[in-house]
């Protein structure tokens, strides 16, 4: 739900505006579509993939100032270049990160990361959340 003084979606005369509280799910949406249209052997244009990163931006910004916590990690974006994503499962998830797997799903969700499917996690999500763990 948006923000009562945060305006709805609106067409501009060369793109449009999209509040804060939609880009995230947007985004995460898209970043899926497309990574499985590259795996498919689909191309992408470089705009497209800019775009895609300003709507992550705008997401993680509303997140961070409607105080509901924690931006999603950054994780590797998905690129002219980019190949097929690999998938590991919940348990590897947690090998990974040394806990066991229902804390890796509790880490996961703390830091805004889902599955892609029930029990499959982005390898690169989950070098991420290896990163934030190592920093901590």
């Given at each position: 739900?948006?923000?009562?003084?945060?305006?709805?979606?609106?067409?501009?005369?060369?793109?449009?505006?999209?509040?804060?509280?939609?880009?995230?799910?947007?985004?995460?949406?898209?970043?899926?579509?497309?990574?499985?249209?590259?795996?498919?052997?689909?191309h992408i244009l470089?705009?497209?993939?800019?775009?895609?990163?300003?709507?992550?931006?705008?997401?993680?910004?509303?997140?961070?100032?409607?105080?509901?916590?924690?931006?999603?990690?950054?994780?590797?974006?998905?690129?002219?270049?980019?190949?097929?994503?690999?998938?590991?499962?919940?348990?590897?998830?947690?090998?990974r990160l040394g806990?066991?797997?229902?804390?890796?799903?509790?880490?996961?969700?703390?830091?805004h990361v889902q599955?892609?499917?029930?029990?499959?996690?982005?390898?690169?999500?989950?070098?991420?959340?290896?990163?934030?763990?190592?920093?901590?």
């Open positions: 739900m948006s923000a009562p003084d945060e305006p709805g979606p609106a067409l501009i005369a060369t793109g449009a505006y999209l509040p804060g509280s939609v880009c995230d799910p947007i985004w995460r949406v898209l970043r899926a579509y497309l990574a499985k249209h590259q795996a498919d052997g689909g470089p705009e497209i993939v800019t775009a895609l990163e300003v709507l992550r931006a705008a997401g993680q910004l509303h997140t961070i100032a409607s105080g509901r916590g924690r931006p999603s990690l950054p994780v590797a974006e998905i690129s002219a270049s980019s190949s097929e994503q690999a998938l590991i499962t919940t348990d590897q998830l947690a090998a806990v066991t797997p229902r804390q890796a799903r509790n880490i996961a969700r703390d830091r599955p892609v499917a029930r029990g499959l996690w982005r390898a690169d999500d989950a070098t991420a959340l290896e990163v934030a763990r190592t920093r901590r």
